[in-house]
């Protein structure tokens, strides 16, 4: 539609109306005696059939742009939009889409990301650029300014993809609505209207080039302003906290039975079988070289289940054939005439193999370092009971000593593995439940 104006003198401004999320327009007072004002058309003009023509002009645009109308008047705006208001021109204006937005949003798909687009801009602008990007759903599309109550809003929350008009308050509301539903909510975003979402989101995300407030509100600032980096975000989010959750286990088992073996040599008042040395040994050929390794090594699962409980249920099966072997030897040792030294010896040999083998299940899949750690692991352990026993205070098994070892760690190795086995069916039972 043309302007009707033929007037193109210039006129100074002499009051300015900014831009409100909640009115959708901005405008001025100028000395000519006109207001001019420039904003979304459903706004500025609220009688659709009066304005008709300039909705029918809106509705014939196919293109993916935003849409914004100019119009004048002959009063002022202090009072708000008057009612006598004169549409001049309908402006477009085409957002030009990163070349990676495809590629970084079927990243997000494939990870089994929900992807919700929340934007002011009318609905038919949004859904037309939800469309462009390939996000999926974009076609279950809401007008926010027709959710009245909240039991409406947390239907669309959890049903459309696509939400235009939305107020800075709706925005929160959403997310409020998403998480009360059982989802984690990560939000984008750089304006003032998008703090409050920002601030009620599980993790919220602001670009350099946004406003202080979005910046200052959010958890992670991207310096280069494209969303294409959080990609290399999560997987190094994911590789952090997965590797942590693997290496973690190791140091939980010795904490484990080491509490339960104190407690129960204090009461029933048995010789401990360790010496510090012997933890030396142990723990640094079971724990802190195989700990370095897998929290370093790639890994870009997805993280699910409870952190904790995961630790724990993992660490549990080797602390518990540990504390069972140990407490079995002591109980062997008052009802036979093995050596002390023998006894401590089989000790440290048996809590070495349970920790070895906690290591080799959380190595799974297998490559090239971690086979070079267990195999660096394994050797080591010999090397330190054969040539270093004395250095470790270990002594050679008799006969009975080495027949007694065999039995334990045959025992051992069934009795953990069904307990591991059982306890990955018990994790992943826990990781359903956050789906």
């Known amino acids: ?17 900014p831009f409100s999320s909640e009115t959708k327009w901005s405008g001025g007072d100028f000395d000519n005696g006109k207001s001019y004002v420039m904003g979304a058309a459903e706004f500025i003009f609220k009688d ?10 809106i509705e014939s645009i196919n293109d993916t742009v935003r849409i914004i109308v100019l119009a004048s008047s002959e009063k002022s705006l202090c009072n708000g939009l008057p009612d006598d208001i004169t549409p001049l021109a309908v402006v477009l204006i085409k957002d030009k889409l990163r070349e990676n937005v495809n590629d970084t949003i079927n990243y997000f798909k494939e990870q089994g990301v929900a992807l919700k687009v929340i934007s002011g801009d009318s609905v038919k602008t949004v859904q037309n650029i939800a469309k462009d990007t390939g996000i999926t759903g974009a076609e279950n599309a809401i007008d926010m300014t027709t959710v009245k ?11 459309c993809s696509v939400f235009g008009r939305v107020t800075p308050q709706q925005k929160k509301q959403l997310v409020i609505a998403l998480k009360k539903k059982g989802h984690s909510v990560a939000m984008t975003g750089d304006g003032v209207n998008d703090v409050l979402a920002l601030k009620e989101a599980d993790c919220s ?17 991207l310096v280069n302003n494209d969303f294409a980096s959080m990609p290399g975000v999560v997987a190094e989010g994911r590789r952090t906290i997965n590797n942590l959750e693997r290496s973690s286990a190791l140091y939980i088992v010795k904490t484990i039975y080491t509490i339960i073996l104190s407690v129960f040599f204090i009461f029933f008042h048995m010789p401990y079988p360790f010496e510090p040395i012997h933890f030396s040994l142990v723990g640094a050929l079971t724990v802190g070289l195989p700990s370095f390794v897998l929290a370093l090594q790639p890994n870009k699962n997805r993280i699910k289940g409870n952190f904790t409980y995961n630790i724990i249920a993992r660490a549990v099966p ?49 490559n090239a370092l971690r086979i070079a750690m267990l195999t660096v692991s394994a050797v080591g352990i010999v090397l330190g009971c054969v040539f270093f026993a004395g250095f470790f205070s270990l002594v050679w098994l ?23 086995n059982y306890a990955e069916k018990l994790i992943e039972k826990n990781k359903n439940k956050y789906k």
């Not at 539609?1 to 109306?17: E, H, P, R």
Request: hydrophobic share 45%.
């Open 1 to 17: 539609m043309k302007s009707t104006q033929k007037d193109k003198s210039i006129s100074a401004v002499k009051k300015f109306y």
């Open 48 to 57: 659709k059939n009066k304005y008709k023509e300039v909705f029918d002009t």
């Open 149 to 159: 109550t909240q039991e409406e809003l947390e239907k669309a929350a959890e049903n």
């Open 205 to 221: 995300i602001a670009m350099a080039a946004g406003s202080d407030a979005a910046r200052n509100v959010s958890q992670l600032v």
């Open 318 to 366: 080797a602390a518990f054939c540990t504390v069972l072997n140990i407490i079995g030897m002591a109980v062997i040792t008052k009802f036979t005439t093995l050596a002390p030294d023998e006894y401590s010896t089989i000790c440290v040999y048996m809590t070495a193999l349970c920790a070895y083998m906690l290591i080799l299940r959380l190595s799974y899949p297998f």
């Open 398 to 420: 008799s006969v009975d000593g080495l027949i007694l070892f065999g039995l334990l760690s045959a025992f051992t190795i069934v009795s953990f593995n069904l307990l591991y």
